[in-house]
């Protein structure tokens, strides 16, 4: 791969809330953030990063930022950026069960 071509790679995947990304992976996020904790190394730049089966995550200050290799099906970073929360969906004005 050239240099170029990671950068572009790099460049499309997006970072998300290490919730959103636990609920794709079908846990809770206490589970995910123990799990990259266990896994967590120091970064060249002196950052925190943690893999785990094609999940990068980076530690931005004190919050967990995850996103998926092109292994999970393409772009999952951008769908999970795309979908709204419950709990953005609830202050749009639905009222009521999550159903």
Same mark, same amino acid.
């Given at each position: 791969?050239?240099?170029?071509?990671?950068?572009?790679?790099?460049?499309?995947?997006?970072?998300?809330?290490?919730?959103? !990304?636990?609920?794709?992976?079908?846990?809770?996020? !206490? !589970?995910?953030?123990?799990?990259?904790?266990?896994?967590?190394?120091? !970064?060249?730049?002196?950052?925190?990063?943690?893999?785990?089966?094609?999940?990068?995550?980076?530690?931005?200050?004190?919050?967990?930022?995850?996103?998926?290799?092109?292994a999970?099906?393409?772009?999952?970073?951008?769908?999970?950026?795309?979908q709204?929360?419950?709990?953005?969906?609830?202050?749009?004005?639905?009222?009521?069960?999550?159903?």
């Open positions: 791969m050239s240099g170029s071509q990671g950068n572009s790679e790099r460049s499309t995947m997006r970072w998300v809330s290490l919730a959103r !990304a636990a609920a794709f992976l079908g846990m809770n996020a !206490a !589970a995910l953030r123990k799990t990259l904790e266990r896994r967590a190394t120091r !970064a060249e730049d002196g950052g925190t990063e943690a893999s785990v089966d094609g999940v990068q995550a980076r530690k931005f200050g004190r919050l967990w930022r995850v996103r998926f290799s092109s999970w099906g393409g772009p999952v970073s951008a769908r999970l950026v795309l709204s929360s419950p709990r953005e969906s609830a202050r749009n004005g639905q009222k009521g069960s999550w159903s």
